[in-house]
């Protein structure tokens, strides 16, 4: 039969192996005519009578790192090919193919390394189609050689003759190299000496590597010395902010870890993020306290270079594996840069001359209710898109928020959120937002018309939107785009009940909103509860000082009788602060009012004397729910009997209740016999750990409770911000929804904090724009 088809395939479809897959699946149907890359994806034309047969298996059977979004498949003229062959690439202009991210080593190219025999035998840069660096060495699509930072190491013969072959696992695997041709590594000393070696040696005698990796620079220190992480925690100035680790293997993880079969699956994906997981008891012996203070988790992954594997040639089974920045600032990834800005931490630094374009930290992950849920989205997932449930009328561009920020461009029916980019408090990472969104625009092919940003006036990002050239400038409500963000992941357009429940954002009263339900999608929303307001002393700041925070609630909440009995709770916070605070909170200076979750929960923790000082955003919660699931653990059948205290877990009364009060059409959610109760227990002497699990129960309730007086129907309920990363509240929340029949949404592919908020922003301009 003389029939011939024309099938282009776009998708996440360079870089993946596809056209091997389909000249080897061609020649297995004899199949004639051709394959190539394209600017926008996989063409190919294919000629014989199983052709049907061919197209149905193509889509069936992809490669496992390919994604097809979008296939065409019609008939067109027979050319009487005589057999199949791969074209080279054709570039026909405006670019439309997806990027896939960057892959950790496969099975195979671990086993080349291992190998003595084989022409790669400890090559820290080996890697195959299946496996390797993509997104941060990519300058331009598509995804060729020549637009990426390999485009100087020319090939040697033998890799050249591997790239050619359409049967070898190395076929277009663009990073392709060995020893011979590709990049290396050098040793140096902090004296700008070239050592031998790897560094498994300095490292084993308990000094500090600067490690280029994939995304950046990583300090790395031997996880089993306390010393080195003593010293690497002083030098870092971290404060109590928990170490990354990366273990030797799966084995070593589940020796000192709890793993389930969800964390085992995160943990050798090919994204290969940190995953946190939970410390089994007595472990502090291999993992000192000193990795994560005050926490009962510990964020762990494997490792995901050939050059980290090498690593573990030394005596120790897991490595601190931390972003290589100075505090507060971006992550480095310029060697230069590392040798400069580094020297006063690490010893030595492990460079290496393959440049990083496209600077990436590690993904951040944790399951929470049966599902991952995000930390900090990076490398391993970005750029992959997100499907959106309506068209764009323009290509848009979400700037984000302040804290953990990332960006998002949206046109026709996806949008690409970039890669964790940080805080934007300081001028380099403000610079970093900057130059990023430039390259990002490139990969994506995405000019955006239109800004959207958020309602907070004093963002560096709202400055940045405001000041911009775009003709078009959307402000949106922080917590309106948190909501619709999920919406948008599940392809909801209908109006939805949420519950937002986060740090800080800017209401539409000029107040500090943060505990919220509103009801809305990205047309507009209604808000329907919310936390009632609370003194905030120095606005955003604030969070910093718990203790501070706790004082003011207590103030406002108490009365002058209740107050005089706490007086013995504020001998931690010195005279001289206690008299400013009576003033600003006398004279209305500098005082903010709160519906926050977020800084209750901050509140809660010092009034517990858990954290009542701050050295990493959101330590004072983290900590807080540290010590309430620590708690469980040891009283694990008191919780049991209080579970079981009831047929319907509903109906079973919180330790400390929320309340609530009509403001108009609002309701509010009153705290005062919460903290009342609270502040009873500690000065009863109640175990802090008692006390922190019952009020997340507590609130818990509140929230399910308020939810049944609004909720009109049996729509599923939105649960987002990023108080919701906290796994003991949101899984006590899902069982509530579970016990009443509310089904739940959350967000699945972007951060529930403010690492997913710039989804929500350009899909509300896409409503507003012109």
Not at 51 to 71: D, S
Not at 139 to 147: E, N
Not at 304 to 316: N, S, V
Not at 563 to 575: D, S
């Amino acid at each position: 039969m003389r029939t011939a088809y024309f099938i282009h395939l776009n998708g996440i479809v360079q870089g993946v192996g596809f056209r091997p897959y389909v000249y080897r699946l061609a020649q297995e149907m004899g199949i004639k005519g051709w394959v190539n890359n394209s600017s926008h994806g996989v063409t190919i034309h294919a000629e014989g009578p199983q052709v049907p047969a061919f197209y149905r298996r193509l889509l069936q059977e992809v490669p496992p790192l390919a994604k097809i979004t979008h296939q065409e498949y019609r008939e067109v003229a027979f050319a009487n090919y005589p057999g199949f062959e791969i074209l080279q690439s054709q570039d026909e202009g405006q670019a439309d193919v997806l990027i896939s991210p960057d892959i950790g080593t496969c099975g195979n190219c671990l086993a080349d390394l291992r190998d003595p025999d084989n022409l790669r035998y400890q090559y820290p840069f080996t890697n195959c189609t299946n496996c390797g660096p993509r997104y941060t060495i990519i300058r331009d699509v598509p995804y060729d050689r020549v637009h990426t930072t390999m485009e100087a190491f020319p090939m040697c013969p033998v890799c050249a003759q591997e790239y050619e072959d359409p049967l070898n696992r190395r076929f277009h695997a663009q990073p392709v190299a060995c020893s011979r041709c590709g990049p290396t590594v050098q040793l140096m000393n902090v004296q700008g000496d070239i050592c031998s070696g790897l560094g498994v040696e300095q490292i084993a005698r308990g000094e500090i590597l600067a490690v280029k990796g994939l995304g950046g620079f990583h300090l790395v220190c031997d996880a089993g010395n306390p010393e080195a992480v003593r010293r690497l925690r002083q030098r870092k100035e971290r404060g109590a902010k928990p170490f990354a680790l990366m273990a030797r293997n799966l084995e070593v993880i589940q020796r000192y870890l709890k793993i389930s079969l969800k964390e085992e699956e995160l943990l050798k994906s090919s994204s290969a993020p940190i995953v946190i997981l939970e410390r089994k008891k007595g472990d502090e012996e291999g993992l000192p306290y000193e990795l994560a203070p005050g926490l009962h988790t510990l964020g762990v992954m494997l490792p995901y270079t050939p050059l980290h594997a090498l690593l573990f040639d030394g005596p120790f089974d897991f490595l601190v594996m931390t972003s290589g920045n100075l505090s507060g600032r971006p992550l480095i990834y310029i060697n230069e840069e590392a040798v400069r800005d580094l020297k006063g931490i690490a010893d030595y630094f492990l460079l290496h001359n393959r440049d990083i374009f496209h600077p990436c930290d590690d993904s951040v992950v944790q399951v929470i209710g049966d599902e991952a849920v995000f930390h900090r989205r990076a490398r391993g997932y970005v750029p992959l898109p997100q499907k959106c449930p309506k068209e764009f009328n323009a290509s848009i561009l979400g700037v984000g928020g302040e804290l953990k920020n990332a960006f998002c461009l949206g046109a026709g029916s996806r949008a690409f959120t970039s890669q964790y980019i940080g805080d934007m408090e300081g001028y380099e990472n403000f610079q970093r937002f900057r130059q990023e969104l430039a390259s990002f625009q490139k990969v994506v092919q995405i000019v955006p018309e239109v800004v959207a940003y958020d309602a907070h006036p004093n963002f560096q990002t709202t400055n940045f939107a405001l000041a911009g050239p775009w003709p078009q400038k959307i402000k949106v409500q922080h917590h309106h785009a948190h909501l619709v963000s999920v919406l948008g992941e599940h392809g909801v357009i209908a109006p939805t009940l949420g519950v937002v429940c986060d740090g800080t954002g800017w209401g539409e009263d000029q107040k500090i909103w943060g505990f919220e339900f509103l009801k809305g999608n990205a047309e507009g929303y209604r808000r329907l509860a919310h936390l009632e307001y609370l003194p905030l002393p120095g606005g955003d700041t604030g969070a910093k000082h718990p203790l501070r925070i706790a004082y003011a609630y207590g103030k406002a909440l108490l009365s002058e009788k209740e107050w005089l009995m706490t007086e013995r709770l504020w001998e931690r916070l010195p005279a001289h602060e206690q008299k400013i605070l009576n003033q600003q909170l006398e004279k209305k200076l500098q005082i903010f009012e709160t519906s926050s979750g977020g800084r209750l929960f901050d509140a809660v923790s010092a009034l517990l004397d858990i954290c009542t000082r701050v050295t990493y955003e959101g330590q004072a919660a983290i900590e807080l729910e540290s010590q309430a699931t620590q708690w469980l653990y040891r009283n694990s059948e008191a919780a049991l009997s209080y579970s079981k205290a009831s047929p319907n877990v509903c109906d079973l009364e919180p330790r400390y209740p929320l309340e609530w009060a009509k403001d108009g059409e609002c309701l509010i959610l009153k705290v005062k016999e919460l903290y009342r109760g609270i502040i009873q227990d500690v000065l009863v002497g109640k175990d802090p750990g008692f006390i922190a699990y019952h009020f997340h129960d507590s609130i818990a309730h509140g929230i399910i409770r308020t939810v049944l007086k609004l909720q009109e129907s049996a729509d599923p309920l939105v649960l987002t911000g990023g108080v919701f990363q906290n796994k003991l509240l949101t899984e006590k929340v899902l069982a509530l929804c579970q016990a009443f029949a509310i089904p739940t949404i959350r967000a699945k592919e972007l951060p529930p904090g403010d690492g997913g908020l710039a989804l929500g922003q350009v899909l509300i301009g896409n409503e507003r724009c012109s």
